[in-house]
């Protein structure tokens, strides 16, 4: 199974910004996800990329504020976070899945995760 390890996170005011960076142990080319998790609360899905990088998916919570893009060169994949607000705040998982999914059940390889802490 290819390893995944998130990085990026850290404590940033609200309205500020954060990227996020997801890199693979290796080149795997499928749909990748970008979910999130609150204390107490369900993982949900933040935002999606196909395996061309040609198409993506993003939640209405962070429509218009987050991007999500990738750099197959690199096997990398990126969550370029902005006007952050204090209910952004959670740890951030990457993981691997299928184009249209949404729901965490559908992906896999999940790597460790990044806190975010975004204050008032």
């Known amino acids: 199974q290819v390893q995944r390890v998130e990085s990026g996170g850290g404590l940033v005011q609200a309205g500020g910004s954060l990227r996020l960076s997801c890199a693979a142990s290796?080149?795997?080319?499928?749909?990748m996800g970008w979910f999130r998790q609150a204390p107490g609360k369900e993982r949900e899905f933040v935002a999606a990329i196909d395996w061309t990088g040609t198409n993506t998916d993003y939640a209405d919570s962070v429509k218009g504020r987050f991007t999500i893009f990738r750099d197959n060169a690199k096997n990398t994949v990126y969550l370029e976070m902005n006007s952050l607000k204090p209910e952004d705040t959670a740890v951030y998982h990457c993981?691997?899945?299928?184009?249209?999914?949404?729901?965490?059940?559908?992906?896999?390889?999940w790597g460790q995760g990044t806190q975010v802490t975004v204050s008032s």
């Open positions: 290796r080149r795997f080319l499928s749909t």
């Open positions: 993981a691997s899945g299928r184009w249209g999914a949404r729901s965490p059940s559908d992906y896999g390889y």
